[in-house]
């Protein structure tokens, strides 16, 4: 037995590249096929894989994941707009009988969860509201939701894009951008962490530049992240990358823009290199077999 949360309907898929300009009501499904521009998350997969590894999965959609399920749910909880939560009434999908119903939910674009999962969110979503910072960021009619931009690169010529968690209204004072993201830890060295791993930094200096390029920002407009731990009681940190990585952001943003301009003129998209590469082992093994064999 299954029931639904809320739902919302999304625009179809766009034909075709995507015009620069603001786009409210713009899918997910369109947004992410767009070719023939970069996203912030495709010009961090530029910079730390190769070229060919992002075509390819430019090229194919990942498949469903429980992991993306959660934060889509999360999302969809916190912001007030995403796909269509399903709860399949079960603790475990393994007869054939559970296993299509968890596939037509996916099929008509909804996620489906289990009673405890679904519980789970209402409780992030509640703590979220408790919080004196990210209740005041996410305030219901205090802003939209998913909003899609597109906007042309001056030095390059390539078509970037961003799709906001959360668009504040327009005011008097200073801009400040949100977007929510679910973690393990929220603690303040587990994120430093996990914005040089992810490329958090490169994400909100794209997005900064983003709303200034599409007259929604300024040169003082902030973009901060509100990271909320998945287990109880749903700690929540808000944070800003300091200036510095936000100026080593931009030069690595400024790279992958380069090199996909180049990949799109030549159709070429290389891999890791094409030439013989010369390794050597890592310096903590290279040190260990040294002292025991030189």
């Known amino acids: 037995m299954s029931k639904t949360s809320r739902g919302g309907a999304t625009t179809a898929p766009a ?33 730390d894989t190769c070229p060919a590894l992002f075509r390819y999965e430019q090229d ?26 399903v709860v399949i009434d079960a603790p475990r999908w393994d007869t054939n009988e559970l296993k299509a119903e968890v596939a037509a939910a996916r099929a ?67 801009l400040i951008i949100p977007d929510y993201k679910t973690c393990v830890s929220a603690a303040h060295d ?13 994400q909100a200096e794209w997005y900064r530049t983003g709303a200034t390029a599409l007259g929604l920002g300024d040169e003082t407009t902030a973009f901060v992240f509100v990271c ?18 936000m100026r080593i952001a931009a030069a690595k943003n400024r790279r992958a823009l380069q090199v996909f301009a180049e990949c799109v003129e030549s159709d070429r998209w290389p891999a890791y290199s094409d030439d013989v590469a010369y390794l050597s082992l890592p310096p903590w093994a290279e040190k260990r077999e040294t002292e025991e064999y030189l």
């Open 228 to 245: 909320q731990e998945k287990t109880p009681p749903y700690l929540v940190t808000v944070f800003q990358p300091s200036a510095t990585a």
């Open 60 to 85: 194919r959609p990942q498949p469903p994941k429980k992991t993306f399920d959660f934060g889509h749910a999360a999302h969809r909880e916190v912001l007030g707009d995403g796909p269509e939560l």
């Open 15 to 47: 034909a075709g590249p995507i015009e620069p300009g603001l786009y409210p009501d713009l899918s997910a499904e369109a947004y992410h096929a767009d070719r023939a521009s970069l996203s912030s998350s495709g010009a961090r997969k530029i910079l």
């Open 190 to 202: 587990d994120l430093e962490k996990a914005m040089a791993s992810y490329g958090y930094h490169q």
């Open 108 to 174: 008509a674009g909804a996620v489906p969860l289990k009673q405890h999962e679904y519980d789970q969110v209402q409780d992030m979503a509640a703590a979220i509201r408790r919080h004196p910072q990210a209740a005041v960021l996410f305030a219901p009619g205090s802003g939209r939701p998913e909003l899609s931009g597109f906007w042309t690169d001056g030095p390059t010529g390539v078509t970037r894009r961003v799709r906001f968690d959360w668009m504040p209204n327009p005011r008097q004072g200073r």
